[in-house]
């Protein structure tokens, strides 16, 4: 599958890595990660700092996967709102949910800390907007229920909303916890880290036909007839694990977006909150570090990639619409426009752990919008795991939830 089209923003702000390691044939590793994006950059980083020995095959360059598209908006809402996940599921492990994704944020910026990567991580506001009356009845219950369980939530009403960020919306929620990143550059960057410091090792343009389950782990065969034999597989591929995956999970969309040419910081709106919306699907957009303005949204269904790429220049169209409905005010003209194919769950919650029956098959499947706080928490789970360590969020992202 071409996971997305177009010019997506990062692939031509940042260098390739081009970086090329040839398998070779009957090799061993203990723990064998399939992808390199973000989500396999930090499985690979938390394993290698606890001595685990493993190494990374993606089909593609490294890293060119889904993280290349991705906008990287960092924050501790899931897709469906506390108030909601509270109606699909039980009370502990909703709220387990939402608290490990708070602290997912501060964990991945101590990551990044750590190991003095310059990852445009950049601490931000959040503002959730109601769309409209049954979005600002919508916004009162989880404001609420937030407010309840301890979780960080202001309400602004319609007036302060106006007041402080020249938007005529009924009311939102807002947060300071929040942050912002640049995933592909990111994902580079702790890859290397670990190249260095750890001897991670790195195969991209590597592709892994199918898997056999041994005695003692797993048989990798490349499309060019190698074998790979490991003691544990984690699969890392987002919304291409389909082939390891015995079931459906996931159903995957279309998704849009865009970047703005530069404009002055003057001209921006409050905070660079990164900004959303009660509406399904819902618009968001933040600002990058050059002061460009992403938004995206207008999420269909996925059907085909030709499909998806006929509907960009209109997608782009209404994108734009709606932000001029936001912000009147401030001029934008389109510079790089992208499509893609993303992933969700009927409850918005990721899958990660083993699957049933298969202690030594892991999957790190971040689905939805908040895919790279779930990307720390798997690297985080699966670690934990291999150590011997109890982790209670097993229960509540793995999948043989209820």
């Known amino acids: 599958m071409d996971l997305y089209a177009g010019f ?37 980083h938390e394993l290698c700092a606890s001595g685990i020995s493993c190494a990374i095959f993606d089909k593609r360059a490294v890293s060119t996967g889904s993280s290349a598209a991705s906008t990287a908006q960092l924050q501790y809402e899931i897709d469906v709102p506390l108030f909601k996940l509270l109606e699909k599921i039980p009370e502990k492990p909703a709220v387990i949910a939402y608290r490990a994704s708070l602290q997912s944020i501060s964990d991945i910026e101590q990551v990044f800390r750590k190991a003095k990567i310059d990852a445009e991580f950049q601490r931000r506001s959040s503002l959730f907007l109601a769309s409209d009356k049954k979005g ?21 009403e319609h007036e302060e909303l106006q007041q ?33 410091r750890h001897d991670l090792r790195l195969y991209p343009y590597t592709r892994i036909a199918k898997h056999e389950a041994v005695r003692n782990g797993y048989v990798l065969h490349t499309d060019d007839g190698k074998q790979i034999s490991c003691h544990y597989l984690i699969v890392a591929a987002g919304y291409e694990a389909g082939q390891f995956l015995p079931r459906k999970v996931m159903d995957l969309s279309s998704t849009y977006a865009l970047v703005t040419e530069p404009l002055r910081p003057d001209q921006l709106w409050h905070d660079e909150s990164l900004i959303w919306e009660t509406a399904l699907p819902y618009f968001y957009l933040r600002v990058t570090a050059d002061h460009r303005i992403m938004m995206g949204g207008e999420d269909v269904p996925f059907r085909n990639e030709r499909l998806r790429d006929a509907l960009l220049s209109r997608k782009t169209k209404r994108l734009l619409e709606k932000f001029a409905g936001l912000f009147p005010h401030i001029p934008v003209h389109c510079d790089m426009t992208w499509c893609g194919t993303f992933s969700s769950t009927k409850d918005g919650l990721p899958y990660i752990g083993a699957y049933p029956g298969s202690p030594n098959l892991f999957f790190a499947l971040g ?24 982790d209670e969020r097993e229960s509540v992202f793995g999948f043989d939830r209820k």
Request: glycine share 8%; aromatic share 10%; with cysteine.
């Open 164 to 196: 402080t960020y020249g938007i005529n919306r009924l009311g939102a929620l807002w947060n300071e916890e929040a942050a912002q990143m640049d995933a592909y550059r990111s994902a580079i960057l702790l890859l290397q880290y670990n190249q260095r």
């Open 367 to 390: 689905y939805g919008g908040n895919g790279i706080t779930f990307s720390m928490i798997a690297a985080q789970m699966i670690r934990n795991k291999l150590k011997g360590v109890k």
């Open 136 to 156: 600002c009845k919508e916004i009162k219950k989880e404001f609420l229920t937030r407010k309840k369980y301890g979780l960080p939530v202001n309400l602004l």
């Open 8 to 44: 997506p923003f990062w692939l031509i702000k940042n260098p390739l890595y081009n970086y090329v390691n040839e398998v070779k044939d009957r090799m061993h590793t203990d723990v064998a990660i399939i992808g390199s994006g973000i989500t396999g950059a930090l499985v690979a």
